[in-house]
């Protein structure tokens, strides 16, 4: 399930244009603004930004993105028409729509960013791992043998391996794969990282794969 980033201010076209990407299949956060874009953008597929929002505008939120990240797409929507906004807009995202707009046009604007961005390498080798990324199989390469991991544990690996060697704090983690907000003393993603290191480390004691930035959180380094 791909996971979109949406910021509109407008509550009623913010509503259907939420609930008709739900039905598609997305994960959709819809923000009204874009305070609190740092704290989501780190584990969505692609960002859909209007550009005339309150305090800092499309444009200024979607260079931040680019300038942290340049592997998530940028899609913007707006009803300015004039020429030079599309240029303003198209020096950093990767595509503008003017409204309105069809829901159709949307989704198939977005599926051409999405596959345009996936990456080609179906294997991908980390250590003694090689993982098989459109299935998710993992083997180790030392036995030949195929890792099995249980269904959190599955979804926590994936989604190291959607944000390598990005230094990802428990918010973004838990938020990430639990799809709960963090709160400070709860174990559960420590006890998932524990089982899960026991399973494709080599010494679970000394982690080579899954790292830990003391004081920040854990990243997987390709």
């Known amino acids: ?13 913010g509503q259907w244009v939420t609930k008709d990407l739900m039905e598609r ?24 930004l209007d550009v005339m929002l309150p305090g800092l505008d499309g444009f200024s939120i979607g260079k931040r993105i680019k300038r942290e990240n340049k592997e998530i797409p940028i899609l913007m929507l707006s009803a300015r028409t004039a020429v030079e906004d599309k240029l303003e807009g ?12 069809h829901p159709d046009e949307l989704v198939a604007r977005v599926e051409v960013l999405l596959r345009r961005y996936q990456k080609n390498d179906d294997v991908l080798e980390l250590q003694h791992l090689k993982i098989f990324t459109k299935e998710m199989r993992i083997m180790h390469t030392e036995t030949d043998e195929e890792i099995q991991l249980t269904g959190k544990q599955f979804y926590l690996f994936q989604y190291f ?6 230094i990802l704090t428990k918010e973004q983690l838990y938020e990430g794969v639990w799809g709960e907000s963090y709160i ?5 993603l420590m006890v998932h990282i524990r089982y899960l290191r026991e399973k494709i ?3 679970p004691a000394k982690p080579a794969i899954i790292e830990t930035i003391r004081g920040i959180g854990y990243r997987v380094k390709l």
């Open 184 to 188: 400070e003393g709860d174990k559960t």
């Open 201 to 203: 480390e080599i010494n």
């Open 25 to 48: 299949g997305y994960e959709v956060t819809w923000l009204e603004s874009g305070e609190e874009v740092d704290k989501h953008i780190a584990y969505k597929d692609i960002a859909i």
């Open 161 to 166: 391996i959607r944000h390598l060697n990005q």
């Open 90 to 101: 198209l020096n950093f995202a990767d595509d503008y729509l003017t409204k309105p707009f």
């Open 1 to 13: 399930m791909f996971r979109i980033l949406y910021i509109e201010d407008e509550k009623e076209i």
